[in-house]
């Protein structure tokens, strides 16, 4: 397969993808090294195409969806509920960040897409390697959430409401 016919291919199945893929798996697929595809998604990005690498592979950030932005508040513990709750609905937790009155808004991707991910950032957390984000703020924080629409983002927000997890702003 010619280089170019692969880079389309590959933009076809990272735009079409529930979730990140990895280089070593785009390796195997095409029988190249893991170099090839970083060079591959180098020349993709040169080329205009928005594509970030997460720690769980490659992610086109074109796709349209739904976002919106909500505050939340939480204990540690209640981590996974929280989580669980916007990924049950339909949502996509994007992103994190607090307003720290000294250092101003500090933010982290998250790329929660599923329960597995949700469970993997907890026992990560829970191990004491590091402190929660939510942390430095007394449990406030906003995530950035995506869906497939609006509705399913007025759905997460009433559960998030219910759970005692929203914050009105």
Known sequence: MKAEARREEILSLIGNAERPLPAG???????VSRQVIVQDIAILRV?????TATN????LNTKVRASRVFKCRHTFGQIVDEGNLIIGA???IED???NH??????????????????EELY????????????????GYHYHTVTADDEKTL?????KLREAGFLIEI
């Open 96 to 98: 994190i960040s607090v």
């Open 90 to 92: 339909g949502g996509r």
């Open 123 to 138: 026992r990560s957390l829970k191990s004491g390697a590091s402190k929660p984000l939510m942390s430095v703020t007394d």
């Open 25 to 31: 798996i785009l390796a195997e697929k095409f029988n």
């Open 101 to 118: 009155r000294l250092y101003g808004k500090i933010s982290a991707r998250l790329g929660l897409y599923n329960r597995t991910h949700v």
């Open 154 to 158: 007025d759905e997460i927000e009433k």
């Open 56 to 59: 769980r592979g490659y992610v």
């Open 47 to 51: 080329g205009g195409y928005d594509i």
